[in-house]
């Protein structure tokens, strides 16, 4: 069975631009997780989107967006990206249910020059 | 606040030597708590959830434990190839978001 999917699997942008980063769940997960981690940090919670409708969002500014499709994938959208924003962005996914655990992808390396 | 430390940050051991891992938490009704292992570059890897004071799971030379205000994470007679960082994570009651440590860097020498 396919894992979790993401793709690019690195991404090169300047300050201000937008990037966009894709997510594929695992067939039958419903939940898409995004999260941030930074050289040297540790994993930070962006967002949350179960059923096509974002359910939670971590201490991120407005321009960390994103969606859900019908087909359960995910989009994350980083606006007017700072140099700050260069990190590696993963997605997890998870059964319905609070409590399930959560498989992640190999990740989307961002950087922003 | 929900918050999670792991301890130690990194950890040198020879091929074979035992050891433990520690992750300490605090949260407001804990919903599960989850290891992973972690390779440079590449997203964790899933490796056991434990959801009540007293269980233990194993799998290969890991075993985790779980007690009301820390998990333990045992590696039995380690290998080069454990050689990673083992991230510990909780969710509670209150949010629906996993809380992470920052994790313990694993080097196994031969």
């Known amino acids: 069975e396919a894992g979790v999917t993401q793709s690019p699997t690195h991404l090169i942008k300047t300050r201000g631009q937008q990037a966009t980063l894709r997510c594929s769940p695992i067939?039958?997960?419903?939940?898409v997780y995004w999260y941030q981690q930074a050289l040297g940090l540790g994993l930070q919670f962006l967002l949350w989107y179960d059923e096509g409708e974002e359910r939670n969002r971590g201490n991120f500014p407005p321009r960390f967006s994103g969606r859900q499709f019908p087909n359960y994938s995910s989009e994350l959208n980083v606006n007017a990206l700072e140099l700050e924003d260069s990190a590696l962005y993963l997605c997890?996914?998870?059964?319905?249910?609070?409590?399930?655990?959560?498989?992640f992808g190999p990740g989307t390396r961002l950087l922003v020059l | 606040e929900d918050q999670v430390t792991q301890s130690p940050e990194a950890l040198r051991l020879q091929e074979g030597e035992s050891s433990s891992l520690n992750c300490s938490y605090t949260v407001s009704g804990l919903r599960g708590l989850f290891w992973y292992r972690q390779d440079p570059g590449k997203g964790p890897e899933f490796l056991f959830t434990?959801?009540?004071a007293g269980e233990e799971k194993e799998k290969e030379r890991l075993k985790a434990t779980l007690t009301k205000k820390e998990s333990f994470l045992h590696i039995t007679a380690p290998k080069p190839e454990d050689s990673a960082t083992y991230l510990c994570?909780?969710?509670?009651?209150?949010?629906?978001?996993?809380?992470f440590g920052t994790g313990t860097r694993l080097q196994v020498f031969p």
């Open positions: 067939s039958g997960h419903t939940s």
């Open positions: 994570a909780v969710r509670s009651y209150n949010t629906d978001k996993l809380i």
């Open positions: 997890a996914s998870s059964l319905a249910g609070q409590g399930e655990t959560q498989y």
């Open positions: 434990l959801y009540s």
